[in-house]
């Protein structure tokens, strides 16, 4: 069955560092969105991705973020000048219209 | 007023107890609507899309009021295994694909 990959699982880095998070959508999917749980509070959308540029985003989706597909294949979310509050998970999902997949999910950890 | 507003609970059910859980949602553009199950600490698994006729898996039926913008999770003879956090979620496809979720509404099933 198909799915969503996402790396790292867990990734550390001090405040201030930039970060990469990598994920590669279900192959015919048109849809791709990063959300963001900080523990215990609930998934929170940050932005979703169709036809090769950002469709929507959210307020927190500001100028620390940005996404790119650079390949056809992987979906990245860089995060730059990382805060201690960007501590979360991060999911990237996809969607073929009906529903979308999650991935498992990255671990970002700031200190 | 929150785009999609879930009853937090927790609700604490015997097993083979029936439980319903609902969310409404503000944006009338509202076009496809789903419900997700969360385990702690993992990404949220699509559990089923909701229509207006109603439809049913098994133990579990989800219903759509787009009048009262208001969809519903019904779930019969509760399992153990249904201890989770249950999500509802609103897609804007119009929109890019917007995919919303309220903050998701804790169950834990008792023997």
């Known amino acids: 069955e198909p799915e969503v990959t996402q790396t790292p699982s867990h990734q550390v880095t001090q405040m201030g560092q930039e970060v990469i998070l990598r994920c590669v959508p279900i192959s015919n999917h048109l849809y791709f969105y990063w959300y963001r749980q900080i523990l215990g509070q609930k998934v929170e959308f940050l932005v979703s991705?169709?036809?090769?540029?950002?469709?929507?985003k959210s307020e927190i989706f500001d100028d620390q973020f940005s996404v790119e597909r650079p390949d056809g294949s992987n979906f990245t979310l860089k995060i730059r000048s990382t805060k201690l509050e960007d501590s979360a998970m991060y999911f990237c999902a996809s969607s073929g219209g009906r529903g979308a997949f999650f991935g498992q999910g990255t671990r970002l950890t700031v200190v | 007023r929150k785009e999609v507003e879930q009853d937090p609970g927790p609700f604490n059910v015997p097993e083979g107890a029936t439980v319903a859980f609902n969310c409404t949602y503000s944006?009338?553009?509202?076009?496809?609507f789903f419900w997700y199950r969360q385990d702690c600490r993992k990404e949220p698994k699509l559990l089923m899309s909701?229509?207006?006729s109603g439809n049913e898996d098994g133990r579990f039926t989800a219903q759509l009021n787009r009048a009262s913008q208001y969809i519903s999770l019904l779930i019969r003879d509760s399992k153990l295994s249904d201890s989770a956090t249950y999500l509802c979620?609103?897609?804007?496809?119009?929109?890019?694909?917007?995919?919303?979720f309220g903050q998701g509404t804790e169950l834990s099933v008792k023997p």
């Open positions: 909701v229509y207006s």
């Open positions: 991705f169709y036809n090769n540029e950002i469709s929507e």
């Open positions: 979620a609103v897609a804007f496809y119009n929109q890019g694909g917007k995919l919303i």
């Open positions: 944006n009338s553009a509202s076009q496809s």
